[in-house]
Structures are given as structure tokens and as C-alpha cells.
């Protein structure tokens, strides 16, 4: 004898939600006509930023979805790989902080944020890595990020950040058009010629790394923060050595990189 007014009951509340759902998005009274789309526009995304999280999985969803900072997506170390979406791409993340990258200061604004679980001291799996260059295909098809704009957290922040570190394989997502490469000849050739002539002085390497996109000091000297972009770039692309010395195979990259 209940079953009939529960049932009203639910149905109320099915017909209010589905009312809910459908409701005009604007405020009441205005008079919006969203039926013509322009042409001329283009997505707010120019980049994607790496990182690694440090911490281990439940840590870093925890602090990412509750804490101050936050990412786009997470990528778990499980087995299968687990790919969270924290953030909508329409909005900022807050994953880059104070960072610079081809003159564009708060990177935030314009990026898409990765998280990956990884401490910095161990190799990504492969089901990690897989899935990095799957979803950073989708991300730079859809926002048309150029490869130049596929970098890390220590590209962006060479000051303050070494994330996603020596372990991420750069060249490897290169080789799949997601982020710029050398090309190794003309950098041999370059370096040859820069053990012969010399390593060339601080302005030079202030002058490359800021063609390539770092933000660096132009103080014409070798200071520590000259030293720390040094080492960001060469853990993106000489990890094997990332001492952050002006070296002759250092320049020889930084030569061939366009």
C-alpha cells in the first residue's frame, strides 16, 4: 500500500533532476542566442607540462584533488595504468606555479598539467610511458600544441623544479612528434667544432637557452641560476649528465636544437 506514494516520490525527484539538467545556463530574463559559433578562435592551451609526483599514489591524488595544487591528469604506477582527470581542460590547474616558457610568464593560464607517479629516483614503466604518449597525442591534436611546447616542469621552473627528472624518456616521445629533438649529426658536428674553437662564454649560452624558450639571466656570467637552467635543459636532453657545466656536447646540443 506505501509503494505508490514512494514511487511518486522518486519520480519527483527523477522529473527535478532531469528539469535541472536541461535548465537555461544563463541568468533568467537575458536574452542569449548561442546557435552562431565563430570561426575565428583557438583553444587557451599552448602547452603541456610534465611532472612527476614525488610522493606515491594515494599521496598524490589526496594532495592533487584536496590539496593546494592540483593537476589536469594523474597517471597512476598501477598495473593496469589508471589515468585520473582531475581538472577540466577548459580551466587552469594549479601544477606549474611561477614559471616561464618561450617569453610566456604563469604557465598555468595556458597549459595542461601531467602528473605522473614516480619518486625521481626510478625509471616510468612502460605502461607509463604508454600512456604519457597516448594522452599527450589526444591533448596536442585537439589544442594544436606545437612539440616545441611539450616540456617539463623543470623546463618551465629550472629554478625551483628538476620534475619529471632524469628518467623520463624525452627522446622516446620526440620519436612520436611530442616535444622537439636535436638532431644528433649537427650536434656532433658542433660540438667537434667547440672542443676545437672552445666552449663558447655565459652570453652565449644566456643568448641559446633563451632561442629555445628558458627564461634565463642575461648577466653575461656563469651564475647559479645560469648553472640551474644549464642543468634543465641537459636533463631534457643529456641525462645522463645534468651537472649544469657549460661543456663542449652541452653547447653542441643547444647549437642544434631549432
Known sequence: MRRGPLLARVLGVLL????????????????????????????RVRFIVLHFTHSAREKALA????????????ITDTDPVKVYALVPESRSAWHAGISS????TYVNNASIGIEIVNDGERP????????????VQDLALRHDVKPENIIGHS??????????????????????????????????????????EGVPDAAWFQGQLARVGYEVPMSGLFDAA????????????????????????????????E
Open 16 to 43: 527535478l533532476t532531469l528539469l535541472g539538467a536541461c535548465a537555461q545556463r544563463w541568468p533568467a530574463g537575458l536574452d542569449v542566442d548561442d546557435s552562431i559559433t565563430a570561426v575565428s578562435q583557438s583553444s
Open 63 to 74: 594532495t592533487l584533488s584536496r590539496g593546494r595544487v592540483s593537476a589536469h591528469y594523474l
Open 101 to 104: 616558457w618561450r617569453g610566456h
Open 124 to 135: 616510468y614503466t612502460e605502461a607509463q610511458i604508454r600512456a604519457v604518449i597516448l594522452l
Open 155 to 196: 623546463d618551465v621552473a629550472p629554478q625551483r623544479k628538476i620534475d619529471p627528472g632524469a628518467h623520463f624518456p624525452w627522446e622516446r616521445l620526440a620519436a612520436h612528434g611530442l616535444g622537439r629533438w636535436y638532431d644528433p649529426a649537427a650536434a656532433r658536428v658542433h660540438t667537434t667544432r667547440f672542443l676545437q
Open 226 to 257: 645560469t648553472t640551474r637552467v644549464i642543468a634543465a635543459l641537459q636533463m631534457h636532453y643529456r641525462p645522463a649528465r645534468a651537472d649544469g657545466l657549460p661543456d663542449a656536447e652541452t653547447a653542441g646540443i643547444l647549437a642544434a636544437l
